[in-house]
C-alpha cells in the first residue's frame, strides 16, 4: 500500500499552461504539505493544510494555489506555468506533534517548455 | 529564523568506508532532528529521529546523536555499501509544522 501517493509521476507542458498535481495519503494524518526540490536538490517548502485548513503559506507566487478537499487529499494547481517552475513538487504528511516524521510522495517532476 | 546548515557534497568514499556527515541547526525551541534518505527518482525517507537532546537516533546502521551543546546532529555509518549511494537531508521540526531542510549531501560509494 502506498502511503502518500502522487499524480502525475512526469508532466511535461509548454509555458502558459495550467496544470494540477495529485496527491493522497492512506496514513490518517492530519498535516499535509507541497514541498519543492530544485535541481540541486534545495526543498523547499510551499503550503501546509492542517484538517483542511491552510497553516503554512510561504512567498510563493499567486499562480500556485493548493487545495485541499478533505484531510486525506491535497492538490496543487498551477496556472500561467513559466519555465522557472521546472522542477520536482513532493507531497508530505505527518501525523500531530512535533516529533512526527515526514511521509513523501515519489514526487512529480514537471518539465516546462 | 531556524536553519539547518549540512557539509557540501559529494562525498565519494570506497566500500566499507566509515561515512560523516555533518549536520548543525540552529532554532528557538527545542527542535526534533530528522536524517532523511533520497534515492533516485524517489521522494524522501526517514532515515532516523531524535526528539531531544542526547537521543540518539539509529537504523540500517546508521546513527545519529542530539547534541544540543553544539547544536549539531552528525550522521555516522560504520562502513557504507554501495546501496548506501544517495542524497541525505538532515531537518528539523519546531512547533509550527514548518520542517526545515538542510541543502542535502550526495555520498556516491564505489564498489
Known amino acids: 500500500d502506498t502511503a502518500v501517493s502522487q499524480t502525475p509521476k512526469y508532466l511535461v507542458t509548454q509555458m502558459g499552461n495550467d496544470k494540477s498535481i495529485k496527491c493522497e495519503q492512506n496514513l490518517g494524518h492530519d498535516t499535509m504539505y507541497w514541498y519543492k526540490q530544485d535541481s540541486k536538490k534545495f526543498l523547499k517548502i510551499m503550503f501546509s493544510y492542517n484538517n483542511k485548513e491552510l497553516i503554512i503559506n510561504e512567498t510563493v507566487p499567486n499562480r500556485f494555489s493548493p487545495k485541499s478537499p478533505d484531510k486525506a487529499h491535497l492538490n496543487l494547481h498551477i496556472n500561467s506555468l513559466e519555465l522557472g517552475d521546472s522542477a520536482v513538487y513532493f507531497c508530505?504528511?505527518?501525523?500531530?506533534?512535533?516529533?512526527?516524521?515526514?511521509?513523501f510522495g515519489n514526487g512529480t517532476r514537471l518539465t516546462v517548455t | 529564523g531556524d536553519s539547518v546548515t549540512q557539509m557540501e557534497g559529494p562525498v565519494t568514499l570506497s566500500e566499507e568506508a566509515f561515512l560523516t556527515i555533518n549536520c548543525t541547526y540552529t532554532a528557538t525551541g527545542y527542535p526534533s532532528l530528522f536524517w532523511y534518505v533520497q534515492y533516485p527518482g524517489e521522494g524522501l525517507q526517514l532515515l532516523l529521529k531524535a526528539t531531544k537532546a542526547d537521543d540518539k537516533g539509529s537504523n540500517k546502521g546508521f546513527e545519529a546523536t542530539y547534541r544540543k551543546e553544539t547544536t549539531s546532529f552528525h550522521l555516522e555509518k560504520g562502513s557504507v555499501q554501495v546501496s548506501d549511494s544517495a542524497v541525505y537531508f538532515c531537518?528539523?521540526?519546531?512547533?509550527?509544522?514548518?520542517?526545515?531542510f538542510g541543502t542535502g549531501t550526495r555520498l556516491k560509494v564505489l564498489a
Open positions: 508530505a504528511s505527518s501525523d500531530r506533534g512535533t516529533n512526527s516524521p515526514l511521509h
Open positions: 531537518a528539523l521540526v519546531t512547533g509550527t509544522y514548518k520542517y526545515i
